[in-house]
T-cell receptor, first 110, second 116 residues
């Protein structure tokens, strides 16, 4: 049974800092891994999707990496801004629908 | 192209009542997934449907919960005789197809159910 863990559960950083969010999964037989952003009381916005054959994906200030063999993914956010404050969810896709971690709640302080 | 639509956005029910949550997938999408997010928890898969078929309902409670995706109209998640523990955000997602490789799922804004 796939389990997804996100560390840290919460993170507070000053504006401008670069930061890394971590995601680990127990079953390496995955098809893809997605990072989502969730704002309070809102739905999910897909940030990056990494297929199992890929090592990383980049979008603007975001870079996500995937290491299937070690069961890990990282989301790197460069030059953080207060608007980046949200909960970031990692989700793994395999033979079953997405399995989510509990998320990392990020606060970027101006 | 409108995104995934869910209604209502907020729903208040008293214990014992029925809750009906609706999801209209993105245009051209024939696969619908329902997830539940309990307070301070991650999203948990409930059920996966294609038009007129339930493909995987392994995450759905055996009692009081049912889901359908008719040939015409939205997908419906139905909760009978709601209890306080059903209070959660219910998210719907859709994808164009699944051929053994998961396509990106597009999520709706969710329905927040509060049971009094």
């Amino acid at each position: 049974k796939q389990e997804v863990t996100q560390i840290p559960a919460a993170l507070s950083v000053p504006e401008g800092e670069n930061l890394v969010l971590n995601c680990s999964f127990t079953d390496s037989a995955i098809y893809n891994l997605q990072w989502f952003r969730q704002d309070p009381g809102k739905g999910l916005t897909s940030l990056l999707l990494i297929q199992s054959s890929q090592r990383e994906q980049t979008s603007g200030r975001l870079n996500a990496s995937l290491d299937k063999s070690s069961g890990r993914s990282t989301l790197y956010i460069a030059a953080s801004q207060p608007g980046d404050s949200a909960t970031y969810l990692c989700a793994v896709g395999g033979n079953t629908p997405l399995v989510f971690g509990k998320g990392t709640r990020l606060s970027v302080i101006a | 192209n409108a995104g995934v639509m869910q209604n209502p956005r907020h729903l208040v029910r008293r214990r014992g009542q029925e809750a009906r949550l609706r999801c209209s997938p993105m245009k051209g999408h024939s696969h619908v997934y329902w997830y539940r997010q309990l307070p301070e928890e991650g999203l948990k898969f409930m059920v996966y449907l294609q038009k007129e078929n339930i493909i995987d309902e392994s995450g759905m409670p055996k009692e009081r919960f049912s889901a359908e995706f008719p040939k015409e109209g939205p997908s419906i998640l139905r909760i009978q005789q709601v209890v306080r523990g059903d209070s959660a955000a219910y998210f719907c997602a859709s994808s164009p197809e699944t051929t053994g490789t998961q396509e990106t799922q597009y999520f709706g804004p969710g329905t927040r159910l509060l049971v009094l």
